[in-house]
C-alpha cells in the first residue's frame, strides 16, 4: 500500500507564506515525478508545481516568481514553498506522485488535499 499524506495548509493573510509538505509511504520501488495540484471552489483542478526524480521543476504562470518545490529523496518527501499568498492561490491542494511499487509499471497516487485559505 501506497499513502501520501500532506501537512501545513492553514490560514494566512495576503503577502504570507506556507510551507506544504507530503510525505510518501509504503512499498515502493521508485518515485519519479512529484508535483502540487490545486483546486478552488467552481473551477477546474490545475498543476501548481512539479519536480522530475532529477529535480527539474516547472511553475504554473500564476505562481511563478512566488512559489518553490523541491523534494527529499532519501525522505519520500515533496514539499512546496509558498510566498507572497494572495487571494486568488485559496484553493485545496493536493500532492501527487508517479510511483513505481515493482519496477513493472508506474501509477499517479494522490494525497488527501489540505486546504490552504488566504484572507485578511
Known amino acids: 500500500q501506497v499513502h501520501l499524506v500532506e501537512s501545513g495548509g492553514g490560514l494566512v493573510q495576503p503577502g504570507g507564506s506556507l510551507r506544504l509538505s507530503c510525505a510518501v509511504s509504503?512499498?515502493?520501488?521508485?518515485?519519479?515525478?512529484m508535483g502540487w495540484y490545486r483546486q478552488a471552489p467552481g473551477k477546474q483542478r490545475e498543476l501548481v508545481a512539479r519536480?522530475?526524480?532529477?529535480?527539474?521543476?516547472d511553475f504554473a504562470d500564476s505562481v511563478k516568481g512566488r512559489f518553490t518545490i523541491s523534494r527529499d529523496n532519501a525522505k519520500n518527501t515533496v514539499y512546496l514553498q509558498m510566498n507572497s499568498l494572495k487571494y486568488e492561490d485559496t484553493a485545496v491542494y493536493y500532492c501527487n506522485a508517479d510511483i513505481s511499487r515493482t519496477g513493472i509499471r508506474r501509477d499517479d497516487y494522490w494525497g488527501q488535499g489540505t486546504q490552504v485559505t488566504v484572507s485578511s
Open positions: 509504503g512499498s515502493i520501488f521508485s518515485i519519479y515525478d
Open positions: 519536480v522530475t526524480s532529477d529535480g527539474s521543476t
